[in-house]
């Protein structure tokens, strides 16, 4: 955890500029085990501090790869200089960014860090289970993954902070082949926020999920090929979390709403079916921790949810302060940087499609003909909500029952129109955290979802 130095820092912030002091570390661990072989052993650390300033809309920006009393002196100084060049010459003359309510957000987390040896151990185990229990399977792969941000953030005019945000995974992936013998993979993730003690106590608690993951590699190894069409299909919690993500969250985060996306003319329009509610979630979601807990943002905004669509109407957008103020919004607490080195940029956090009142089971009955759809391993949207993801496990659905699985396909639309087929949404919510977001800079996100009743364009071979 790093030490607070910079506190007294405040007293240097010059008047009449808006001021962000932020010291940051981040920690890295990976262990990759591949066919019981030791194929990946890294630790790593980076960390700094930086300076933003602001004057009349534009920003001057600094950092260290030093976290010392001298490298924030250095970076307050060259970012203050930075801004009153750059005012000097742009002369933007912008009123300045409105000020927020001060205090301070304590530590939410602790970081504790474990030897290498523990993931190490932990990863045979994994892969002993395996290779004891699931004899068709060509190969597998476990791999633990771990990343941390410890951020201790002072403003001259929004809250203070020290927010921490550790995660960790471990990923299984099996491989086998079809009955034709055309080469399969499947994978699983486990885990979530927090250190690796409050996410895996004992291997044999994965044992359930690791037996459901062989299942779908077992019923995949007689999979089908889709029919491609426009077809009804269920999309599982997984898919509809990345549809939240990729092909909606992207088109209403403010900065690229000014840049041309298809949110910007459809504010208070329908874009869904009255079924669909989509949040960006801070730090709770319908009542529990969500997946990844934001609780301020590298701006001094405390985090609070955004709501961005509300029974199929487009209400609102992700901001930094600067951007709320040009909407006349309220800032939610979006602007995040992934490294001590890195401007803060609008992000998502946890973004979801609400549950409904379905129960999968009915859905499932209601569809003749059409596909249940579960996992992707990939997926890509631009500003117009145009989206292709891949698929790489599904099931057929024939007269209301599951029929065999599908191999790897893909579907594709454009969000505002496919949300507006939904005509039943589940009263399940499925969450993925392990990903990252790669706008401009990495960042760690949540996104999840219930499954949706829909149509879509479905590929074939």
Not at 57 to 68: D, L, P, R
Not at 214 to 223: L, S
Not at 256 to 283: C, E, I, Q, W
């Amino acid at each position: 955890m790093l030490e607070d130095i910079i506190a007294v820092k405040k007293s240097l912030f010059a008047t009449g500029v808006h001021t962000e002091l932020r010291a940051q570390e981040n920690r890295y661990r990976r262990v990759s085990l591949v066919q019981g072989n030791i194929m990946g052993n890294q630790r790593s650390e980076t960390s700094g501090i930086c300076a933003r300033v602001c004057k009349n809309g534009v920003y001057g920006f600094s950092s260290m790869a030093e976290y010392s009393s001298e490298a924030a002196d250095a970076v307050l100084r060259a970012a203050t200089r930075n801004a009153l060049f750059l005012d000097e010459r742009a002369a933007k003359n912008k009123p300045a960014i409105p000020s927020l309510e001060g205090g301070m957000i304590p530590v939410n987390m602790e970081i504790k860090d474990n030897e290498q040896k523990k993931y190490i151990d932990f990863c045979k185990e994994i892969d002993d289970y395996i290779v004891k229990t699931y004899p068709k399977l060509t190969s597998r792969t476990v791999v633990y993954s771990e990343d941390s941000m410890d951020k201790i953030l002072y403003t001259s005019d929004g809250k203070d902070g020290h927010t921490t945000s550790p995660r960790c995974y471990i990923y299984v992936f099996m491989n086998s082949e079809t009955l034709d013998g055309a080469p399969i993979e499947l994978y699983e993730v486990f885990g979530g926020a927090g250190n690796f003690d409050d996410n895996f106590s004992k291997p044999e608690l994965l044992y359930d999920k690791l037996e459901k993951l062989y299942k779908k590699v077992m019923d995949k190894r007689a999979g089908v090929y889709a029919e491609a069409g426009y077809k009804t299909v269920i999309l599982g919690g997984i898919l509809s979390g990345m549809l939240a993500h990729e092909a909606v969250g992207h088109t209403v985060e403010a900065d690229l709403v000014m840049g041309g996306s298809v949110a910007g003319p459809s504010r208070n329009k329908r874009v869904a079916s009255d079924l669909v509610t989509m949040v960006d979630f801070a730090h709770t979601a319908l009542g529990q921790r969500a997946p990844l807990p934001v609780y301020l943002d590298d701006e001094g905004t405390p985090a609070t949810d955004a709501m961005l669509i509300e029974n199929g109407i487009l209400k609102g957008y992700m901001h930094n302060r600067e951007s709320a103020a040009h909407f006349g919004m309220t800032p939610c607490g979006n602007a995040r940087g992934f490294e001590f080195s890195d401007e803060p940029l609008i992000r998502m956090r946890n973004t979801a499609v609400l549950p409904g009142k379905d129960k999968l089971e009915e859905m499932i009955a209601s569809v003749e003909d059409g596909y249940y759809l579960l996992d992707t391993g990939n997926g890509q949207a631009d500003l117009t909500g145009e989206f292709m993801f891949g698929i790489n496990m599904g099931y057929e659905i024939k007269n209301g029952k599951l029929g065999r699985a599908i191999l790897d396909t893909t579907v594709s639309g454009v969000a505002f129109e496919m949300l507006q087929t939904v005509d039943m949404v589940s009263d399940e919510m499925v969450w993925s955290s392990s990903g990252f977001c790669g706008k401009k800079q990495m960042m760690p996100v949540g996104m999840g979802g219930p499954a949706l009743r829909c149509k879509i364009m479905i590929g074939g071979r």
